[in-house]
């Protein structure tokens, strides 16, 4: 054999670098399903019938272009498994099949790669890492973008981009007259709601995906969520659909809503595109464009354009970046030195709190939450408490289907958690029940009290804001953009009895909800 060629369960893509001079007679290409990757997190049933069911399409469809593979599937029963970790397995394989090199595109896990990286080096055989062609934005590329520069801001680096690849560009100007629309994508659906929403585009389990949600259910029972909703695409051709009604029939109002909550809705107008692209079923250079050319064609209005170009261009090639920029130093950050394991409700959703329960009922069911209920229900709720960030990072590594490690890390250790100090995120993302109250409708139906910092009936979320406010005031009194709160902070500060009621509310909830370590 000349090239043993690597593909990881979220590296589904036949354009890949990786078959680059591809040889049908002398390389082969291999594929393992691992229980490491299934448990060095407590993962979401639906995330390994995800991952699993996408591999095993994909490995058909290479031995159909005739390209030999190698495939190891888990079985029910642990004992017939070849090993535990990619490493494990890979060794054996390497002295089975003799090959003279590896062939990897970069991987999205530190460690991973690391671990792969470590056997070639124990066997004394040539690993070469290839670019991965998926992103607009190298490691490279985005490692010189940020050398010599204080801080790394999201919307300069976004700006560049636009002008770079020319998308949503008047010549030298943006579309519109503006980089952003943020502005104009915060609206609320008030107290009529959302009326009838666009309906999301589900698939049926075909044969693949019904037996691997059956060793799902046998090996992995004890695993957090539920596998009554698997309606995922697991094929190019379905994210290729997938895509298209988005564009179609979601995209138009995708801008106004996209921060918007409501009881019992956990898609509204989000496109959950990041799963298929996250496993690389789908480019993100065909995202960008559909949506370009649907604002072009008015079957969109720029407003949303810009929003999802924003989100895919601008924020997934950022968080990217900084991952490799920064590891693997950054996962150990902890800005706020929050040591707390996340309440046991994180994992079962059992809450009196009715915008965590809706938020934590859409990951249990649906392996997925949009952006607001992440950052600005969970990630706040995780941040207020307490919680380590690297446990925030390894719980939204577990339980939601999109996440691996080069886009969940510098979202939640950093983004939500602060846990960074400002690399990703100018301030903490935090605030209390009344911005959740403004953007659902979740605190008419809960038993606590949006308005109240104090008492049985207080919000969580506001005790908790003002407490989090006092303890970490010396920290945040610099920030310019926490000048409101930390002011109002000092005067609560001149009523010593406010504060010192509001920190006693506080410690009560976390004794209450005291953390528990996942059971798995």
């Avoid at 079923?281 to 810009?306: F, I, K, M, Y």
């Avoid at 339980?399 to 979202?411: E, G, Q, R």
Wanted: hydrophobic share 40%; aromatic share 12%.
């Amino acid at each position: 054999m000349r090239n043993l060629i690597l593909v990881l369960g979220d590296q589904l893509d036949h354009a890949s670098a990786a078959f680059d001079g591809f040889d049908q007679t002398n390389d082969v290409v291999w594929m393992a399903e691992v229980e490491e990757e299934t448990t060095h997190v407590w993962c979401h049933k639906l995330r390994i019938a995800l991952f699993l069911s996408a591999m095993r399409h994909f490995r058909d469809e290479l031995t159909t272009s005739k390209r030999t593979v190698d495939y190891h599937q888990l079985h029910r029963q642990r004992s017939q498994d070849r090993g535990k970790s990619f490493g494990a397995i890979l060794r054996l394989d390497i002295k089975r099949l003799e090959p003279e090199r590896l062939v990897l595109v970069e991987p999205g896990d530190w460690r991973v790669r690391t671990q792969l990286q470590a056997v070639a080096d124990e066997l004394g055989i040539a690993l070469e890492v290839r670019p991965d062609r998926h992103y607009y934005c190298s490691i490279e590329e985005f490692a010189g973008y940020a050398e010599g520069r204080k801080s790394l801001l999201l919307e300069f680096f976004y700006r560049d981009m636009r002008k770079k690849h020319d998308v949503l560009m008047d010549g030298n100007q943006p579309a519109g007259g503006q980089w952003n629309f943020d502005h104009d994508n915060r609206e609320h659906f008030g107290k009529s709601g959302p009326g009838t929403l666009p309906q999301p585009k589900m698939f049926q389990p075909d044969a693949i995906t019904r037996e691997v949600i059956e060793l799902v259910e046998a090996r992995f029972s004890n695993h957090p969520g539920s596998l009554e909703h698997f309606q995922l695409p697991v094929t190019r051709q379905q994210a290729k659909s997938f895509l298209k009604n988005f564009i179609d029939n979601i995209l138009p109002q995708f801008g106004l809503w996209e921060d918007a909550m409501w009881t019992d809705q956990a898609f509204l107008y989000h496109s959950r595109l990041s799963v298929p692209l996250n496993l690389k079923l789908l480019n993100p250079r065909e995202c960008v464009d559909a949506a370009v050319e649907a604002g072009r064609t008015g079957r969109a209005p720029l407003n949303s354009v810009e929003g999802f170009v924003r989100q895919i261009l601008g924020w997934r090639e950022f968080v990217r970046g900084v991952y490799w920029l920064k590891m693997p130093d950054y996962i150990e950050l902890n800005h706020l030195d929050h040591q707390l394991k996340l309440p046991s409700f994180f994992w079962d959703g059992k809450t009196e709190m009715n915008c965590v329960k809706q938020s934590l009922e859409h990951v249990i069911n649906h392996g997925y939450a949009h952006h607001i209920h992440r950052l600005m229900v969970l990630g706040n709720f995780a941040q207020l408490w307490g919680a380590h960030p690297r446990l925030f990072h390894e719980w939204h590594m577990a339980m939601y289907l999109d996440a691996v490690d080069w886009v969940s890390l510098p979202n939640t250790l950093g983004m939500s958690q602060y846990g960074d100090g400002g690399i990703v995120g100018t301030k903490p993302y935090c605030s209390s029940g009344n911005y959740i109250n403004k953007m659902s409708n979740f605190c008419g139906g809960c038993r606590f009290d949006y308005k109240k910092r104090v008492g049985d009936d207080a919000c969580p979320f506001t005790t908790l804001y003002w407490e989090f406010m006092d303890r970490h005031f010396d920290l945040l009194k610099d920030n310019q953009r926490m000048k409101f709160p930390i002011s109002n902070v000092a005067k609560m500060r001149k009523k010593p009895q406010e504060i010192t009621d509001i920190r006693a509310r506080a410690n009560e909830l976390r004794r209450i909800w005291a953390g528990a370590a996942p059971k798995g």
